[in-house]
């Protein structure tokens, strides 16, 4: 019986509907607390990457690694949870989450001559990524919990809790990351300039912005975002011993620490208060094998479900154009590391409203048809106006105003297509199902940043008329899944 059922509930139903109240509000509480460290580490890679003299390659494939891991493991943690509980699959990826956000906080706050195991510090900031992706790939998991405890009418609105939780902890994460850094601002070194700005350690006479560009961008010119960042820290002259000392400190520990914290108080929660919400004595547990890749396939060959994950996948590659290289395009217009996290922060406030509030009232009388193409008509217009601010065709402060367009477009494409995915999938493979769907929004989210990162290396609006284009592909086959009987 569903919970809006108006027909009178026995006391058996009514003690299983709060029961599963209380496991969508304590899965929401675990995945919000979880996110925030999301919220405080996101913001900060591009520029840690510079700071630690990534090339661009590299910096796409740092960026990239997080979903890399979750492509290979969230259709894993789906279909184990069918087999052997949902509660302990969620455990584990909090306990990895803390321990790979606290070792990030160590690397990262060793400087660039760090050295251990054999592996130097961006080396280190790999593995770091690499085990917060594999325990992050469990959001398939919280996915299956929701699918466990809603019936398909109320499937949308639960799957929108998923996103006001990323919504939340993307809006309050950010802001704990300004409290733990400063505005100082990041400039990308080769190891010989690296080496030059260190021999200033005991020179007291002062450089000028000019004269820094001149003396160290001799044999390398510094890039457009470091030539700024220069000019910034550099508007009066001040003693090269001062500029060495600045652009020389390693970055805080503090976002890691905290980002770790944070998600071990999210499993002490789970350990203490999650309920199972899937018998590992029902059905579906009795019938499930180890995960195997054709599963992945097999969902592809399936209509009902092939055209709603090809949707997926190609809006989440659009939208991985945005979000791989957001720090990057504030970084060009001139903000600062605090204020990168202020703008991350503003968006999260945009994502939670728009699927925590407008979304979830509107899905219900809308449908997910008509929502997820409102949502790909407003992410193709706003790429298209940040392209043209990176242009300079609009002002840079134009983005405060084009944000909400594209974040108010992915939150209404997003729960959407995983209602539809939802509903078109039987109820013993649930899991394996919203795994199959995470594993292609992560392999979307591995090409992005890649791809992304590499555009703009060439212009700063390419990535997101790129990204214009792909959404466009996206609303296309939206327009299919209407012609696609659920449950086919």
């Known amino acids: 019986m569903s919970t809006l059922d108006p027909a009178p509930q026995s006391p058996a139903s009514a003690s299983a509907a709060k029961v599963n109240k209380s496991t969508l509000f304590i899965v929401f509480l675990t995945v919000f607390i979880d996110l925030l460290g999301f919220g405080i580490v996101l913001p900060l890679l591009p520029r840690y990457g510079g700071w ?31 087999r052997v509980g949902r509660r302990p699959i969620l455990m584990l990826g909090l306990f990895g989450s803390a321990f790979s956000y606290t070792l990030f906080g160590f690397v990262s706050s060793q400087g660039r001559d760090f050295h251990w195991l054999g592996l130097n510090a961006l080396a280190w900031l790999f593995v770091t990524r690499i085990g917060a992706g594999i325990a992050g790939a469990t959001i398939s998991t919280a996915q299956a919990v929701i699918a466990d405890c809603t019936g398909p009418e109320n499937r949308a609105r639960g799957m929108a809790l998923i996103g006001a939780a990323f919504g939340l902890g993307f809006t309050f994460g950010p802001l704990i990351g300004a409290v733990c850094v400063s505005d100082d601002v990041t400039v990308r ?59 020389q400190t390693p970055p805080s520990r503090m976002p890691g620490f905290v980002a770790g914290g944070l998600s071990a108080v999210a499993l002490l929660i789970a350990a203490f208060r999650l309920q199972e919400s899937r018998k590992t004595d029902g059905p579906s547990a009795a019938g499930h094998r180890a995960f195997r890749p054709g599963v992945m396939f097999r969902h592809l060959s399936r209509p009902s479900l092939g055209v709603i994950l090809g949707a997926v996948f190609i809006t989440t590659f ?19 590391t605090r204020s990168n996290f202020y703008l991350y922060a503003y968006v999260g406030v945009i994502l939670s409203i728009g699927q925590g509030v407008l979304v979830r009232r509107l899905l219900p009388k809308i449908g997910e048809h008509r929502m997820a193409f409102i949502g790909v008509s407003l992410m193709t217009t706003g790429f298209i106006l940040i392209g043209l601010a990176g242009l300079e ?4 402060v134009s983005l405060w ?24 999938a039987s109820g013993n493979e ?23 990162i590499s555009l ?19 609303g296309f086959l939206v327009t299919r899944i209407q012609k696609t009987p659920v449950g086919q």
């Open 52 to 82: 630690f003299n990534a090339s661009d390659a590299q910096l796409g494939l740092l960026m990239a690694s997080f979903s890399a891991m979750q492509f290979l493991f969230a259709p894993m943690w789906g279909s184990l949870s069918d």
């Open 189 to 247: 070194l080769t190891p010989a300039q690296w080496e030059m700005v260190e021999s200033w350690k005991d020179q007291s006479e002062p450089v000028s912005a000019e004269q820094f560009l001149t003396d160290v961008g001799a044999g390398a010119p510094l890039n457009k975002a470091s030539q700024l960042a220069i000019q910034q820290l550099l508007s009066a002259p001040k003693p090269r011993s001062e500029v060495s000392a600045i652009l």
């Open 318 to 336: 659009g939208f991985a154009q945005f979000e791989s290289t957001l720090s990057l395009l504030t970084q060009q217009f001139g903000f600062g």
């Open 393 to 396: 065709i609009l002002p840079a």
């Open 401 to 424: 105003f084009i944000l909400p367009i594209v974040v108010i477009g992915f939150s209404s494409v997003t729960p959407s297509l995983q209602s539809l995915l939802s509903r078109s």
């Open 430 to 452: 649930q899991g394996a199902v919203l795994g199959t769907g995470q594993s292609l929004s992560s392999l979307a989210r591995i090409l992005g940043p890649a791809i992304g």
């Open 456 to 474: 703009m290396g060439k212009s700063v609006a390419f990535p997101y008329f790129l990204g214009a284009a792909l959404i466009l592909c996206g």
